[in-house]
């Protein structure tokens, strides 16, 4: 157990809708990042937060947007879903948000779009 | 920007056997590397991490990894296989101190074999 709590661990929507996903860090850690892992794209860095802050931006869609509140969780919202929004989001939490640290992910958000 | 490749995506060893699974950077600064292991339908641990301290980096459940900056490698090995060793390994770079993209490779799949 990493300490990086993911809710839900499930979701099956429809195109076109909207869904958020929620990312607790590990107690004392400041930064969490979000990935998307998917078959045909690997795992993809899609944004970092540090202290509620946006610090690093990866591949991440504009249908999709992320922030992160002053309790440190963290939401992931994705907008006008499409078949290929289908993927596992994980969320990962680091200490001090910099390159050498440790990332914890957490065991993942499976979304599945119909 | 910095990028990994792994090479083979499917490993398969006899348990017992010694177990080498190959990753190759670029980077332009010195960079952090990273392996990773997935075991199915659970998120990324770490098992090992080089941070510019010694080459030879030892990690969780016998695997080592060794800087091989001449060669950009980072391959990962263990001495002897098990069969709860079967999973999803990562390897992954960031590099500079700020720069938190961090870039997975495609992931190989060690099979271990009775």
């Known amino acids: 157990d990493s300490g990086v709590t993911q809710t839900p661990k499930h979701l099956i929507t429809a195109t076109g809708q909207r869904v958020t996903l929620r990312c607790s860090p590990r107690s004392g850690d400041l930064s969490v990042y979000w990935y998307q892992q998917s078959l045909d794209q690997g795992l993809q860095f899609l944004i970092q937060y540090y202290n509620g802050e946006e610090r690093a931006k990866g591949n991440i869609l504009e249908r999709f947007s992320a922030q992160q509140f002053p309790d440190l969780h963290s939401e992931l919202n994705l907008s006008s879903l499409e078949l290929g929004d289908s993927a596992l989001y994980f969320c990962?939490?680091?200490?001090?948000?910099?390159?050498?640290?440790?990332?914890?992910f957490g065991p993942g958000t499976r979304l599945t779009v119909l | 920007a910095q990028s990994v490749t792994q090479l083979g995506s499917h490993v398969s060893v006899s348990e017992g056997a010694l177990v080498l699974l190959r990753c190759n950077y670029s980077s332009s600064v010195p960079p952090y590397l990273f392996w990773y292991v997935q075991y199915p339908n659970q998120g990324l641990q770490l098992l090992l991490k080089?941070?510019?301290?010694?080459?030879l980096v030892k990690g969780i459940n016998g695997f080592e990894a060794e800087f091989k900056k001449s060669e950009t490698s980072f391959h990962l090995t263990k001495p002897s296989a098990h069969m709860s060793d079967a999973a999803e390994y990562f390897c992954a770079v960031s590099g500079g101190y700020n720069n938190n993209d961090m870039r997975f490779g495609a992931g190989t799949r060690l099979t271990v074999k009775p």
């Open positions: 990962a939490s680091s200490v001090a948000g910099v390159s050498a640290d440790t990332q914890y």
């Open positions: 080089y941070t510019s301290a010694a080459t």
